[in-house]
């Protein structure tokens, strides 16, 4: 069974940094996909950006794109999402998502059948 343990959110200020972890556990990732979501109050969850296990390629959503880093430490089993220059409309609980098989992108969250329990990142102006 996968799990997924998110760490690293927090409070920053406008133009600052973050660095999110995904611990993953529970199967071998290396042909999966992993992925970063994002819910802000009201809205819906929606797409931040994925990196394949096996390539490190990666895909960000055009919000996001320039801004964050996602990577992976394959001796440590962990994703990363490396955010810079904040903004206020990043605040937003940031989840880990992981499946073997996404076809489309950019991914829907059902897309993904592993979801972490998600982080709190807060960007004060």
């Known amino acids: 069974q996968v799990q997924l343990v998110e760490s690293g959110g927090g409070l920053v200020q406008t133009g600052g940094s973050l660095r999110l972890s995904c611990a993953a556990s529970g199967r071998t990732f290396s042909s999966y996909v992993m992925a970063w979501f994002r819910q802000a109050p009201g809205k819906e969850r929606e797409f931040v950006g994925t990196?394949?296990?096996?390539?490190?390629?990666?895909y960000y959503s055009d919000s996001v794109k320039g801004r964050f880093i996602v990577s992976r430490d394959n001796a440590k089993n962990t994703v990363y999402l490396q955010m810079n220059s904040l903004k206020p409309e990043d605040t937003a609980v940031y989840y880990c998502?992981?499946?073997?098989?996404?076809?489309?992108?950019?991914?829907?969250?059902?897309?993904?059948?592993?979801w972490g329990q998600g982080t709190q990142v807060t960007v004060s102006s």
């Open positions: 998502a992981a499946d073997s098989i996404v076809r489309r992108y950019p991914p829907k969250t059902q897309d993904f059948g592993s």
């Open positions: 990196i394949r296990w096996s390539s490190g390629i990666t």
